[in-house]
């Protein structure tokens, strides 16, 4: 009726559940990574192109820095934009 596994048999059993445990382990991580990467804006951001550097000019009636090329008037009488 029922006879007992032997040590190969058991050995092999192990085995195959042991490897269906490690590529089921290790999708889990790959997808967890995959997700990581999706909401970490800082990854996105590198996707993007930068925007490049402009230099600032000091506005000598108010003293708030502006764009050097493109600036415009603050508002106040005597504005150099």
Partial sequence: M???????????????IAVVWWWHRRNQI???????????PRNRAKSKPANPI???T???VCGAY???S????CG???CPF
């Fill in 2 to 16: 029922f006879t007992i596994p032997t040590l190969p048999k058991i050995l092999l059993i192990v085995l195959v």
């Fill in 30 to 40: 790959k997808k967890r990574e995959q997700a990581e990467l999706e909401r970490n």
């Fill in 54 to 56: 402009e230099d600032m």
């Fill in 58 to 60: 000091q506005c000598k």
């Fill in 66 to 68: 502006v764009p050097a």
């Fill in 70 to 73: 493109g600036a415009k008037n």
């Fill in 76 to 78: 106040r009488p005597n």
